[in-house]
């Protein structure tokens, strides 16, 4: 009974979990500080993925992080994936660079695997939306990259995923 803290964070473990709550949501409430169970609103339902990385290099497959933060080097590339939570369609990727211009290949990967990728003529500063439309199941590890033929500095990526 009570509360279990993480961090800053209380998960509500006064809540009761039975199955009339398969699909639940977890949800955070700022003014009492606390995570706990919710059915989900009616309508379309979508999960977000941001990411974001300093890609000092130049050339393909520069992993931005879904969720992260790290610095890109040429001997070192670590990335991490993000756990899609319901069978979906990706919707869109949105990329934006801080300097590099020009051609830049975005790719989705999924499960480890590259599953599309779209060429676009990218400008600093200027975010730039990608329609992809390709399916993922519940548990898919999502990832991006992208590459220019100039150092990209500080490059951010979203991933929107609309449950099926």
Do not use: H
Request: one cysteine or more.
């Amino acid at each position: 009974t009570g509360d279990v803290l993480l961090g800053n964070f209380k998960f509500d473990a006064d809540q009761s979990v039975g199955a009339g709550q398969d699909n639940y949501l977890l949800t955070y409430d700022n003014s009492s500080g606390k995570i706990s169970l919710e059915a989900a609103a009616g309508g379309n339902e979508y999960i977000q993925f941001n990411g974001s990385a300093n890609n000092t290099n130049t050339g393909a497959n520069r992993y931005i992080p879904l969720g992260g933060n790290y610095v890109d080097t040429s001997s070192l590339q670590v990335y991490s994936e993000a756990m899609c939570p319901f069978a979906g369609v990706v919707e869109s990727i949105t990329v934006r660079t801080d300097n590099a211009a020009g051609s830049t290949t975005t790719k989705l990967w999924v499960n480890g695997s590259d599953v599309n990728d779209s060429t676009n003529t990218l400008s600093a500063n200027t975010p730039l939306t990608i329609a992809f439309g390709d399916s993922v199941s519940a548990g898919d590890l999502i990832a991006c990259s992208m590459n220019t033929t100039n150092a990209a500095g500080d490059s951010y990526v979203t991933v929107l995923i609309k449950k099926s």
